[in-house]
């Protein structure tokens, strides 16, 4: 599977049109809508739906049926937008340079937007029935299957405020985007980069995706210099980034504050029910853990043959002679291979997916979305969009990772209604991530190179170091910048950088050469602007780790605790899923773990090398 590589560089590849492109090797989007007159017409009795919803209106507190009847309009009218949603999205990723397609969702977005405005007094008229009576309703047969929906809607009720107040809150929405606006317009639009020359001596324009690209060249000399002029653009505007994050923050503040929450932080993970504890736990179980990853980068360091190591320097390849062929069908194999612990019928149902029922558009072509992703909905398939190369090691990975996002929605979606089908983004890393455990655990014992087997546990330690220690770093500095605006301190561009140096010294370590343009890194992440959002990905390894583990050394009723946890869509807390599947993220030993299992790998790491 692994192969030292000795081939030439290919000359450039002309992408293929997106209607010469096999179709075994695209999904099956027929599943959703057999054609394009079959969308339109569906999308007009959806439309029409809309005015329905005028039958409820001014009254929701009359009865409990009523009550009932609305909450099965809307959920209707979701389940058919949501296909429609899909069908149009997924049609623009195949080729976003089709204009029936932009169209097409385009005209869904437009619609869903007047539905929305036709929908939203159910929300505030919930809330103004008294609790008395919406006791006495939970209480009623017809209402037995929405009753943690109106449960999960009534625990934000000392968090509303009159319909006044909250009228005039509505209207600051528009404005409390500008800052994110800002952010985007200046890094997507703006800010220019310039050109320069890669390992291959070849120009290429400097940009976040080519970025990327150059920190993971073999030439040193490379990396420093697309570091060097990338972060020359973010020093000449850490002014106005400053700024704008600065708002952001004081944006998060002032709601949580209007709201009647303690802090920005508990407001945002009030809706998952998550206690700030599991936010603390983590960083204190990273930080205690820190040696192990300050001994990673010194063992890097040594192996690439560095003076000193910068953080430009952590992402090229430690062993940069060996590639991985594996084509796709064979990457399939492996992958299903891999995944056996999960028992015969999730392999099956996935090995069918992955070929004769076409959840996945395979391979790249002219106007393709990039990247890859699982999306589907309650009443289609889950599908996969890959843009798959096969000499990648990464693409693998990730045909694992996505496989395990469509795995979680057809059992929970097969095994829940539609309202508690969906499930949070707390435990949606935790199946695709699960499965990289599964590939990995299998691909290591599988190999009897030396080489090899050093690649591929660089390659679980890049993905421990990336997920669980930078996403805490990153959340850590959330922390302090929110508990800094909340304690009337303005976030300063010499502010910024203090407490972001401060971080860096800590998470990279003494020996580890930190440059001053990386204190600019805070003003570049623009998960900033979706506060307190990062320490998901953390999490959500840290408990894959733990259930695959559990897995793979356990038996029967280890396997069937997890499987259900795929089930359970959003039928409970996300905590109370992942605890039921035996893994308790309130308690710091999953994190503890996660790094235990990240520290003997940089010890194995070090005596194959």
Same mark, same amino acid.
């Not at 009523?66 to 959920?75: E, P, T, V």
């Not at 570091?227 to 400053?242: E, S």
């Not at 770093?473 to 508990?483: C, L, P, V």
């Given at each position: ?139 009623? *047969?017809? $209402? ?6 109106? %449960?999960?809607?009534? /625990?934000?009720? @000392?968090?509303?405020?009159?319909? #006044? ?122 930080? *205690?853990? $820190? ?6 980068? %010194?063992?890097?360091? /040594?192996?690439? @043959?560095?003076?000193?190591?910068? #953080? ?298």
């Amino acid at each position: 599977m692994f192969v030292t590589n000795m081939t030439k560089p290919k000359s450039t590849v002309k992408l293929l049109p997106r209607s010469k492109v096999k179709i075994e090797d695209t999904w099956d989007l027929s599943k959703l809508f057999k054609t394009a007159d079959d969308w339109e017409r569906t999308f007009g009795k959806w439309e029409r739906q809309i005015a329905g919803f005028s039958k409820f209106k001014g009254k929701l507190g009359q009865s409990s049926a009523m009550l009932a009847s609305c909450l099965k309009y809307d959920s209707a009218f979701d389940r058919l937008g949501e296909r429609l949603g899909v069908y149009a999205f997924l049609k623009c990723a195949e080729d976003q340079g089709d204009s029936v397609s932009q169209r097409m969702r385009g005209r869904y977005q437009h619609v869903a937007t007047k539905a929305s405005e036709a929908s939203s007094f159910i929300r505030p008229e919930l809330m103004a029935i008294p609790e008395a009576r919406i006791a006495r309703f939970l209480k009623q *047969k017809e $209402l037995a299957e929405w009753k943690l929906v109106l %449960e999960r809607v009534l /625990r934000y009720r @000392k968090h509303t405020l009159s319909k #006044q107040e909250e009228q005039l809150l509505a209207m600051t929405e528009q404005i409390a985007e500008s800052p994110s606006q800002i952010f985007r317009q200046l890094n997507d639009a703006d800010l220019k980069f310039g050109t320069i020359k890669n390992e291959k001596g070849q120009t290429i324009e400097l940009g976040h995706s080519s970025y990327s690209a150059l920190l993971h060249s073999g030439n040193a000399s490379v990396r420093k210099a697309a570091f060097q002029q990338f972060y020359a653009q973010y020093d000449l505007h850490k002014n106005c980034t400053a700024a704008a994050y600065n708002g952001s923050v004081q944006k998060d503040a002032f709601y949580a504050k209007a709201r009647g929450f303690k802090s920005a932080r508990e407001s945002a993970l009030f809706a998952d029910n998550v206690p700030v504890s599991v936010y603390d736990n983590l960083i204190a179980s990273v930080r *205690k853990n $820190l040696p192990a990853v300050h001994r990673y980068y %010194e063992l890097r360091r /040594r192996a690439m @043959k560095l003076k000193e190591i910068h #953080q430009y320097d952590t992402y090229a390849p430690i062993l940069s002679k060996i590639s991985k062929q594996t084509p796709w069908d064979t990457a399939v194999k492996t992958c299903i291979e891999a995944m056996a612990p999960l028992g015969d019928e999730y392999c099956r149902v996935l090995a069918e997916g992955l070929t004769t029922a076409r959840w996945c558009d395979r391979y790249p072509n002219a106007g393709k979305q990039s990247g890859a992703f699982s999306y589907g909905t309650f009443d289609g398939m889950p599908y996969i969009m890959m843009n798959y190369q096969p000499e990648v090691l990464d693409h693998m990975f990730t045909l694992a990772h996505e496989a395990g996002h469509s795995m979680h929605s057809w059992y929970s979606r097969g095994s829940q209604p539609f309202q508690y089908s969906h499930y949070t983004i707390f435990v949606a890393e935790v199946a695709s991530t699960f499965n990289e455990q599964l590939l990995l655990d299998h691909l290591l014992k599988q190999t009897k190179n030396k080489t090899e087997r050093a690649y591929l546990i660089n390659h679980a330690i890049d993905e421990i170091r990336g997920t669980v220690v930078r996403q805490t770093m990153f959340a850590e500095f959330e922390k302090i910048t929110h508990d800094l605006v909340e304690a009337g301190e303005p976030l300063t561009v010499e502010t910024l950088r203090t407490q972001y140096r401060r971080l860096l010294n800590d998470y990279f370590g003494p020996k580890f050469a930190i440059d001053s343009e990386l204190e600019l890194e805070c003003l570049r992440i623009p998960h900033f602007y979706r506060a307190f959002y990062v320490y998901k990905y953390a999490t959500g390894l840290s408990a894959a780790i733990a259930l695959s583990e559990r897995v793979l050394r356990g038996g029967a009723a280890e396997l069937r605790q997890y499987l259900s946890f795929l089930k359970g869509g959003c039928s409970k807390w996300p905590l109370d899923l992942l605890r039921d599947a035996g893994v308790n993220m309130q308690s710091p030993q999953p994190v503890n773990a996660a790094m235990k299992r990240f520290s003997q790998l940089v010890e194995e790491l070090d005596d194959l090398l």
